[in-house]
């Protein structure tokens, strides 16, 4: 007799129904990971494919005005908002798992890049009028191995974890930008730190590593407000200062004796004419200052166009 085959969506409705406390404490479990806090560990392996679990929690139709409401009330209790929203026969809804529910564990599922777990699309189960979210394994998944999924997919609860501005994350939530690796373990970047700040001064066009002291020092910049813009714009132009302030290559050095450029030109003066250590120097340094000078002046032609 022929094996029978399923639909993926078929593999997806039979979970949610068979789901229930024992099959989560059968197969999952939850412990604490170094600044991650809480999170879902596999306690057996499932294939490419497999149901793994609902997103559980409180399903609503979305509108705005409630949804800003709920939004706030977790804000003034300081709490995090875990809700999903997603679209559903042209019909936008949220699943709030921000509290505790019965066997809601998918909500301390942590994100990572390249993850082991995705969301199904939304699914209605028979008995229910709500649609409903099932998880699935992205990869094999073997014993002991920590779930993970993707908060910036398609459905996500991302901007419950993201500033006012939604744009950027808050620092408490750093590991957001972690990634998961091949072998199954977490890469978590430390936060980036710019150790000096560095930039084009815009009054004098100069490239300095302490841009902050040489406006307050040089240009008498007092006002922070004032510094931090200048310093901002400074760094946008950046790349294009490091152009003019890097010394020029040896080819483009001139000879004042032969009027021709030499890659070597420290070698040719010594050679043909026999120029001293202080001679060299001295027509290096000028060829070097008249190349910056020519740099500048077109990045300031760029610039004002």
Known sequence: MASQYFTAAECMLAGLNMEDKEFINSNFYVKKVRKRGRSVFAKRAFKKGDYVMEYKGICKMYTEKEFLSTQMMYESNEELSYCLEFTFQNQ???I????EYDYGIARLIN????????????VLVETDKLPRIAMYAATNISAGEELFWDYFSSLNPVKCLLDQTNSTV???MQWIFSKRTKSGGIICPSKKRIPHRSGLCTICYEFKKKLSNH??????????ITRRKMIKDGRKHSKLASTFCKT????????PFCHRDYKQLSTHLS????ASADMKKAIIRKNREKEIKK?????????EK
Do not use: G, M
């Not at 994100?111 to 939304?122: D, E, M, S, T, V």
């Not at 406006?215 to 007092?222: A, D, G, T």
């Not at 020029?248 to 000879?255: A, D, E, G």
């Open 111 to 122: 994100h990572a890049r390249n993850p082991n777990i995705k969301l199904f699309r939304p």
């Open 215 to 224: 406006l307050i020092n040089v240009h008498s910049v007092k006002s922070v």
């Open 92 to 94: 936008k809804y949220y």
């Open 170 to 172: 808050t620092s408490e």
């Open 295 to 303: 740099r500048k002046t077109d990045f300031l032609q760029k610039t």
């Open 96 to 99: 709030d798992a921000t509290r």
């Open 271 to 274: 050679r043909i004419h026999s």
């Open 248 to 255: 020029p290559k040896k080819k483009s050095l001139w000879c």
